[in-house]
Structure formats: C-alpha cells, structure tokens
C-alpha cells in the first residue's frame, strides 16, 4: 500500500474516531500527523510544525477575544440593535444584510476571511439574540463573501486571473466573477427558504426580543421601526463601547486598507481595551473558542503533512491521467472541492488549474468555463468547519450547543463537495463542447 493510500485513509479513521467516541477531532489529528509524518513520510518534528497554521490560530484567537470584549461591554448589542433599526424592524432582511455586506467587501478587495472575520461575529451575535437558524446565518456570510470573491479587482479574482495569464491560457474576468456571484446567490436563497427564512417574515419583533437587545427584560413601545424607549436607554453609547466601536472601525481599516493580518490587529485592540478595562477582559478571555481552535489548527496541521508528503498532487495526477478530458474536468473540480473544505481555496487552484493545462490546450474543454467551475467548486464549500470561514463562524456562534452546530456545519459542507462540482460542471464546462 503507498504512502499516500496510507495518509488518506488514516484521515478517514480520525473522521470516525472523534464522530463515534465524541473526541476532539482536532487532538486526533495532531496525532496522526505526528504518526503519519514520522512513521510513514520520514519528516522531522521540524517539518510537521511548518504546517501548524499559525495565522488562522491568531486570527480564531484574536477575533473571538475582541467579540468576546464587545458582547461583555454591550458594545454588540448595541449594533444589533441599530441593525434592526437599520431594516425597520424586519428581521427577515437581516441575512440578506449579511450577505450583501461581506459581497461587497470582497468584491473591492478585501481577503474573504477578513470579511467573515469582521462580519460573522456579529451577524452570528443577532442570530442568537432574534432566534434565527445559526446555520442559515453563518451560511449566508460566507456565500456572500464568495459571491463577490471573483470581482476583477478582488484578491481571489487577481490570483486566479494571474494565474491564468501566466499558464497562457484564456480567460473571461467576467465570466467568472459572474459564475461565483450567481452560484452563490442561488444557494444562498435555497438555504433561506431550506432553513426558515420565509418564517421570519412572519416573525413579529417582541419587546423582550428588542430588551435582550439592551442587555435586559421586557418594557418599552415598540414602534413599526423596532424602536423601543426602555431600550433606546439600555443601548447607549458608553465610554467603553464607544472605545470597543473606535477599535472595531481600526480592524476593519487595519484589514481592508492597510492590508494587515487581522488576527493580529483583532489582539492588539483586544489587548488596548483590556489594559483600560481589566474587569471586561478576565470574563473575556474565558469566551475564547479553544476547542474549536485545537479542532481546526489540528485538521490543517495533517492536511498540511498530505500536502508536504505529496499526497495532493498523487491524486492530482491520477485524475491528469484520466483519458476523457470531460471526466477529468469534472474529478479536478470534485479534487478542488475536497481539498478546498480542509485547506487554502487559492492554493488548491493555483496547482490544479497549472495541472490541467495539458488537456485543456488541447481545446476538448473550455479553459474560460473549467477554470470558473473550479474556481467555484473550491470556494462554495468554504463553509466547511474546517475552513478558515467556516471555522470563524463556529468561533462567533453564541448559545448553540457547539457539537451539533459543528456537525450541521461538516454536513452541509459535505453536501456542497458533493453537490456543486457537478452542478458548476454541467453548467459552466458541458455545454461548451456541444
């Protein structure tokens, strides 16, 4: 049996393992990358902590501590609040909200988790609080992070179009920032009616609702707009909040402007407010999501020993390796998907879309439609928990029962590999050939 059999299938037993004895994935993958790196690759301890990723476990870190200060201050209340105030009281337009705010800051350049790292927080803080699916929220912030990932002037759609050039082949900037916007928005208005949203139409805005708002019970008219006396006063701007509001505008300009590492920039204000409010600070730092960092530092450690031991690309050229070159369009996309759940959506594009130029020179398949079902297929299942998006949406859930969201978030991951490369296929590379 080769080595890379043998990786795969070790994934699998760890897969098994934490779903049927309820252990942390995340410390059985730490052990398996130690056993398969040493035993079965011959690396050195050195070469298995180079795969340790570093800048997602500061992110999951820094994040979910500053959340964690703003939803102690009441800083996040009051945000839901506004937002409520927002959209005149209509809850149901909420995840839209959501979706359209991470699409736009995508689309005019801003890294996808960067995105969802400044929005899922908080739309994740309004689901617990209006009792909207946390799965239908976390999902609408990353398709709108991905439906707006391709724009021509975004981080992925640059890459992958650089990529392209550089491989010489042709490309459509259009076509696929249009493939990922609409792909996306059509799941994300599937999964709204899937999971309630049309409900929430119907789901009138309650005073105790809007009191929990301001961080207390019942009282206060509510008018049309979702205003409410009580909780005008329960919301209102305090120092701390009006400094946790000051640092959150800092993240997103540290981020989107000056394109600095948000886990780092979200600790370095964490760390300014707690020096001027310790008290905030102590009950913060216990909200930091730990095991859900151990879970997913430890997956892409052994995602990153495949990679290092060549595993990736033996099933890369396996499928380069396929005679009918509609078949193998479809494997790359199914390879790009799979990997992309675990692992950095640009990286799995940048080495697949370079291993299908040999078949895709040969003119049988659409390089333009290939190129955008892959670019597709690797970052719809970013929802995965496994993905830095998905991983910061587990991090910002409030009051779930964190196994069981963390499941409903693997399931529906697997039901995007699954689904939407052939979907993305049949519709983008298919009928190019007719």
């Known amino acids: 049996m080769s080595a890379e059999l043998i990786s795969i299938l070790v994934l699998v037993v760890v897969f098994v393992i934490a779903t049927t004895r309820s252990i942390n994935m995340g410390a059985l993958a730490f ?31 820094g994040v979910t501590f500053l959340f964690a200060i703003a939803r102690a201050n009441g800083t996040t209340d009051w945000l839901v609040y506004r937002a409520i105030r927002l959209v005149g009281g209509r809850i149901a337009l909420m995840p839209w909200v959501m979706f359209a705010i991470t699409g736009v800051l995508t689309a005019i350049g801003a890294v996808s988790p960067a995105a969802v790292a400044i929005v899922a927080p908080i739309a994740m803080g309004f689901a617990a609080k209006y009792r909207i699916s946390p799965l239908l929220m976390g999902v609408m912030v ?24 550089k491989e010489g082949l042709p490309g459509n900037e259009i076509v696929l920032f249009l493939a990922s916007l609409v792909v996306n928005l059509l799941i994300a208005a599937v999964v709204f009616v899937v999971l309630g949203g049309m409900k929430l139409a119907r789901q009138p805005l309650e005073a105790p609702a809007l009191a929990r708002a301001g961080g207390g019970g019942g009282g206060g008219g509510i008018g049309e707009d979702g205003s409410s006396d009580l909780t005008e006063e329960r919301v209102a701007l305090t120092a701390p909040r009006i400094a946790t509001l000051l640092g959150l505008a800092a993240l997103v300009t540290a981020a989107l402007v000056f394109d600095l590492d948000v886990g780092l920039a979200a600790i370095t204000v964490a760390v300014l407010l707690s020096v001027v409010w310790p008290e905030t600070s102590k009950q913060a730092i216990t909200q930091i999501t730990w095991p859900t960092v151990l879970l997913i530092c430890g997956i892409l450690t052994y995602v990153a020993v495949l990679q290092t031991m060549g595993t990736i690309k033996w099933a890369g050229d396996s499928v380069a390796g396929v005679g009918a070159p509609l078949l193998a369009a479809l494997l790359i996309c199914y390879i790009g998907a799979i990997v992309s759940a675990f692992a950095s959506s640009v990286g799995i594009m940048g080495a697949l879309i370079p291993l299908a130029v040999p078949f895709l020179l040969q003119g049988e398949v659409s390089a333009i439609g290939l190129i955008a079902a892959l670019a597709v297929s690797a970052t719809v299942v970013d929802v995965s928990p496994f993905s830095t998006n998905g991983a910061l949406v587990l991090a910002g859930a409030q009051d779930v029962d964190r196994d069981k969201f963390f499941k409903q978030l693997m399931v529906y991951g697997g039901i995007m ?18």
Request: charged share 10%; aromatic share 10%; glycine share 10%.
């Open 142 to 165: 990353v398709h709108g992070a991905q439906a707006g990932g391709f724009s021509p002037i975004s981080i992925y759609g640059t890459i992958v179009n650089g990529i392209v050039a």
């Open 31 to 61: 052990a398996a990358a130690f056993g398969v790196g040493t035993l079965v690759a011959d690396m050195k301890t050195d070469d298995i902590f180079e795969g340790f990723p570093a800048s997602l476990f500061v992110v999951l870190v």
């Open 417 to 434: 590999v699954a689904a939407a490369p052939p979907l993305v296929w049949l519709a983008l590379v298919v009928p190019e050939i007719w």
